[in-house]
């Protein structure tokens, strides 16, 4: 099974930036989309960037113009750069990458996740 695993998270005060990689066990086939998400305490885990497999990408409204989605697919690694770092961006950080997977029935969806990375922003 593929595993993904994150790091780059930390404690950094406002204005601050921080780079946040996932790496990847393995070579992914097929890939759909790769993406990071954010679980802040008391809320529900949200989609913050995403890169399809042809490279576009999307933002959450939050982030735009202060993270940058990028991907290093020799060292099989996906990237979050986030600058400008607030108090609200403050959560746990996943890496997650949705990828074809063929069965006896036909062809559905996997999901691969990291264990997650801790960013705090505060002073």
């Known amino acids: 099974q593929v595993q993904l695993v994150e790091s780059g998270g930390g404690l950094v005060q406002p204005g601050g930036s921080l780079r946040l990689s996932c790496v990847a066990s393995?070579?992914?086939?097929?890939?759909?989309?790769m993406g990071w998400y954010r679980q802040a305490a008391g809320k529900q885990r949200e989609l913050v960037a995403y890169?399809?497999?042809?490279?576009?990408?999307n933002y959450t409204d939050s982030v735009k113009g202060r993270f940058t989605i990028s991907r290093d697919s020799a060292k099989n690694t996906l990237y979050l750069q986030m600058n400008s770092l607030k108090p609200e961006d403050t959560a746990v950080y996943y890496c997650n990458v949705k990828a074809a997977r063929l069965n006896p029935w036909g062809v559905s969806e996997s999901d691969y996740w990291g264990q997650g990375t801790q960013v705090a922003v505060s002073s």
């Open positions: 393995r070579r992914i086939l097929d890939i759909y989309s």
């Open positions: 890169m399809r497999s042809g490279g576009s990408t």
